[in-house]
C-alpha cells in the first residue's frame, strides 16, 4: 500500500532552518518523481521543489531558490526538504507528493501531475 508520511515541521524563528522529511512506503521514492509544494489558506496551493526519478535533476520555485534543498536517501526510501534562512513568507502547511504516473522525463512543481500525498505538516515562522 502506498504511503506518504511526513514529519520534521514546526516553529522557528526567522532565519532559523528546519528540515522536512517523506519517508515512503509502497514504492521506492528514487523510481518516481518527488515534491513538495504548500498551502496557505486562501491561496492556490503551490510547488516548491521536485526531484526527478532518473538522474536526480531538481527543481526550485523562485522564491526558495538559494535556501531550500531538496534530497532523497534511497536507502531510507526517504525526500527531504531542507529549509534555510526561513523567511515570513515561508509559513504554510508542507506536503509531499509523489508522480506515480510520470509522464515526462524531470519533474515540475505542478499540481496535477502528483498522485500521492503526504498528510501535510506545518511550518511557522514566528519570533
Known amino acids: 500500500q502506498v504511503h506518504l508520511g511526513e514529519s520534521g515541521g514546526g516553529l522557528v524563528q526567522p532565519g532559523g532552518s528546519l528540515r522536512l522529511s517523506c519517508t515512503v512506503s509502497g514504492f521506492r521514492a528514487n523510481d518516481y518523481h518527488m515534491a513538495w509544494f504548500r498551502h496557505v489558506p486562501g491561496k492556490a496551493r503551490e510547488g516548491v521543489s521536485c526531484?526527478?526519478?532518473?538522474?536526480?535533476?531538481?527543481y526550485y520555485q523562485d522564491s526558495v531558490k538559494g535556501r531550500f534543498t531538496i534530497s532523497r536517501d534511497n536507502a531510507r526510501n526517504t525526500v527531504y526538504l531542507q529549509m534555510n534562512s526561513l523567511q515570513p513568507d515561508d509559513p504554510a502547511v508542507y506536503y509531499c507528493?509523489?508522480?506515480?504516473?510520470?509522464?515526462?522525463?524531470?519533474?515540475?512543481?505542478?499540481?496535477?501531475?502528483?498522485?500521492?500525498w503526504g498528510q501535510g505538516n506545518q511550518v511557522t515562522v514566528s519570533s
Open positions: 526531484i526527478s526519478s532518473r538522474d536526480g535533476t531538481t
Open positions: 507528493a509523489a508522480d506515480l504516473r510520470p509522464m515526462y522525463t524531470y519533474c515540475d512543481g505542478s499540481e496535477h501531475l502528483y498522485t500521492n
